[in-house]
């Protein structure tokens, strides 16, 4: 996950614009499960997050996520340090098979950067890569690249949207470079206490998908999660249940 500070469009800027420019999230990816079958119903799953944590700066975040599948369980943590002057970093060990089979381990590190430019009080744009190696003995050994554009569009002070491009090398789709859009929602339910959060990734490979969680402020610094991942079709991903935590040294 990366910790990116974002705000929205200002509102004399089309929305649409927002919708094209904007950035992507959460993903799912799935690799093989057996060095002799690369199909998509072997690959496990996998989760990029680059969604914040928290607005602030100098701050320290860190998130843990268990992911429910089907084949078994898995947990994601994340480490990361909102800097000044919009400069975001994290490191990321993802995909631990801690339940189910577990015929291969799979743990894969990813460093985090990214940069955030404000225009306004409403709208700002990030850049970003996620770039990591998997953990496992593969032969060829290797190497996750993942690179963004990210717009985030305040249109109400209960209502964020984003949406934008990306692109993934092979070795993270499961098929071969591909780009394209990611777009969300994070809807205010009760103000700093409950909120909706809703993003999709284009396309029908390993990234592809759908998340829905509902996030929960037990204190200001301390937010509990629960939610949902929905495949895509012909992504080889699973239905998944999400269950995690968010902790910052700033408000959340």
Known sequence: MLGIVIKGIAHNYPVALILTIAGLMYSGVDYAADSQHKTKSHRQQKRLKINPVTDKEDAWTANAETDVYRVGTFENIVVGYSAIHGWDFSLALINTQILGGNKQFQGDTFFNVAKTFTVNDDLSIVTGSQNGLAMENLQ?????????????????????????????????????????????????????????????????????????????????????????????????????????????????
């Open 140 to 252: 060829p050994q290797l190497w996750y690249d993942y690179t963004y554009l990210d717009n985030r569009y305040d249109a109400t002070p209960w209502l964020l949207m984003h949406a934008g491009p990306y692109i993934a090398n092979a070795a993270l789709t499961g098929t071969s470079r591909q780009i394209g859009f990611m777009t969300g929602t994070e809807i205010t339910l009760i103000q700093d206490k409950l909120s909706l959060q809703m993003d999709y990734i284009s396309g029908h490979h390993s990234l592809s998908g759908a998340t829905v969680n509902m996030l929960l402020n037990i204190t200001s610094r301390f937010q509990l999660y629960m939610g949902v991942s929905v495949p895509e079709q012909n992504s080889g991903n699973e239905f998944a249940g999400i269950v995690g935590f968010n902790v910052s040294t700033k408000r959340l």
